[in-house]
């Protein structure tokens, strides 16, 4: 499985760390950006620590088209058109508040559904994997 938003430094980067901690190692996970940042954005890290769940020492990545080969299933977050199209794959577009600039107050929220959206598909794709 694959998230994608444009900067890979918020909304991709959580909903990675909620899909790997969430299903235990049994859905290998990518997360990237269409034009990924130098880090991941402070107020994320911090909601998602709130949680146990450490992105500290992540870093964004750049989109490939590799990677999009390599998932079965391709979840987009705002990133548009710079995602590459491939037949036989299931692609997803969850609209979801941006992260960017805001403080962990206001992210805790945008957490909160990513969680709750990573567990749904993780019930209908894989049941039974989920803690």
């Known amino acids: 499985m694959l998230f994608v938003c444009v900067h890979n430094a918020g909304r991709s980067q959580m909903a990675a760390a909620f899909l790997a901690h969430i299903a235990q190692g049994a859905i290998e996970v990518r997360s990237a950006g269409s034009a990924p940042a130098d880090s991941v954005n402070p107020a994320v890290v911090e909601a998602m620590a709130e949680l146990g769940i450490d992105l500290s020492a992540r870093t964004p990545k750049v989109l490939t088209t590799d ?28 609209k979801l508040d941006d992260p960017a600039g ?12 990513i969680e709750a959206r990573v567990r ?12």
Do not use: H, N, Q
Request: with cysteine; glycine share 12%; net charge negative.
């Open 102 to 113: 805001r403080g962990v107050d206001a992210v805790r929220p945008i957490r909160d559904e």
């Open 120 to 131: 749904g598909l993780i019930d209908e794709l894989a049941p039974g994997t989920a803690v």
């Open 67 to 94: 990677a999009v080969r390599a998932s079965d299933v391709v979840i987009t977050m705002g990133c548009g058109d710079a995602c590459p199209v491939f037949p036989g794959k299931r692609y997803l577009d969850w």
